[in-house]
């Protein structure tokens, strides 16, 4: 029981919760070495903290379940109410518009115009004036939306519906 008050009272899912919102918005294939072993060295840290080494596996099965309540608990506040998933998963963000890198949002999102040209270049994408909307999504890709170019550089018209 004990360990349960300790996960519980320490808010520690809260915590981590916390750390990864502010770590950034990466998926874990695109994390770099350091972080996936920070995030490894995390999790065994809390671990420890809240079993205070005890290796027991009932103690294993109460953290588990214990950090379990809470995901499930954000899981159906996402699904209930829309307007609080922007607290729990974040919000999409315009990163360039009509050609041109926001580098406010830039900046406050933590990402390099080497690294936005490098997402650009994985998705065919060869200069920042080719790119009519590029958003990074809440799970850290991201989304381009394109200009269409006519063969001599025009863009084209939209075709009537």
Request: aromatic fraction near 6%; hydrophobic fraction near 45%; avoid cysteine.
């Amino acid at each position: 029981m004990e360990i349960v008050v300790r996960a519980v009272v320490l808010f520690l899912f809260l915590f981590l919760w916390g750390i990864t919102r502010l770590v950034g918005r990466s998926s874990v294939g695109e994390l770099s070495t350091f972080q996936l072993v920070l995030f490894v060295a995390m999790g065994d840290l809390v671990q420890q903290g809240i079993t205070q080494d005890d290796v027991s596996m009932t103690s294993a099965v109460l953290t588990i379940g214990v950090f379990a309540v809470p995901t499930l608990v954000l899981a159906t506040i996402n699904a209930r109410y829309p307007r609080l998933r922007g607290i729990t998963h974040g919000v999409p963000v315009v990163i360039v518009k009509d050609g041109e890198p926001d580098m406010q949002n830039l900046k406050r999102e933590r990402l390099s115009l080497d690294d936005l040209l490098a997402a650009a270049r994985q998705e065919g994408i060869r200069r920042f004036s080719d790119i009519e909307l590029a958003v990074l999504e809440t799970n850290g890709r991201v989304s381009f939306f394109t200009r269409t170019r006519a063969r001599d550089g025009a863009p084209e018209e939209p075709d009537p519906v």
